[in-house]
């Protein structure tokens, strides 16, 4: 059984671009999360995605973005990037309702130079 | 900002039992407590997770004081392979049951030795 998967797993982007970061959540999912691990750092929660829509946001500026796809996997964009930027972007899954925790891809490492 | 206080950083021997404290003296009724890890280079993995009673499960045991203020998770018998940071995190479920997002601390980093 597939965990969540997330792609690409590096990237290096100039400051100024764009980026889109890919998610599939575990199989049966049907809830998508996204967070933001600067280095030293526990993750930050950026926004949650149910039924194809923004759910719920952290605190987070309107350069990140994000859209859910009828098949559940999700995508994670952020315009005009910062140095600042630079972090481990995490996707994790979960049922909406349930109790139990969630599962988390290995995520991907965005370098902003 | 996290509602729990964890130790920066603990040791353990291999083979011995790992007890990690987490102080949530600000919990609500209907705020769970739940334990997550992540080893280097990984997303965080899940452990376990209570409300009001101890529970244990493959991984590790999670005992709840009655005032609910504070938890210790136990891992019984530590590896290496338990080297990671832990976090501790109290989450309420909203109202109709969905999850709630995760507040991450920083965690206690866990250095299991040989």
């Known amino acids: 059984d597939a965990g969540v998967t997330q792609s690409p797993t590096h990237l290096i982007k100039t400051r100024g671009q764009q980026v889109t970061l890919r998610c599939s959540p575990k199989s049966g999912h049907d809830t998508v999360s996204w967070y933001q691990q600067a280095l030293g750092q526990g993750p930050q929660f950026i926004f949650q995605?149910?039924?194809?829509?923004?759910?719920q946001r952290g605190n987070f500026p309107d350069r990140f973005s994000g859209h859910q796809f009828p098949n559940y996997s999700s995508e994670l964009n952020v315009n005009a990037l910062l140095l600042g930027d630079s972090a481990l972007y995490l996707c994790?899954?979960?049922?909406?309702?349930?109790?139990?925790?969630?599962?988390f891809g290995s995520g991907t490492r965005l370098t902003v130079v | 900002d996290a509602k729990t206080t964890q130790p920066t950083s603990m040791d353990c021997a291999e083979g011995r039992a790992a007890n990690l404290p987490c102080n949530h003296s600000t919990i609500s009724g209907n705020e769970y407590v739940y334990w997550y890890r992540q080893i280097h280079s990984q997303g965080p993995q899940y452990i376990i997770h209570g409300l009001k009673n101890n529970e244990t499960n493959e991984m590790a045991s999670l005992i709840i004081t009655e005032d609910r203020k504070s938890s210790t998770l136990i891992l019984p018998h530590a590896t290496l392979r338990d080297t990671a940071v832990y976090y501790c995190i109290v989450r309420a479920r909203n109202y109709g049951g969905s999850q709630g997002n995760l507040i991450f601390g920083k965690g206690t980093k866990l250095s299991v030795k040989p």
């Open positions: 994790a899954s979960s049922l909406r309702q349930g109790s139990y925790g969630y599962t």
């Open positions: 995605y149910y039924e194809e829509e923004e759910r």
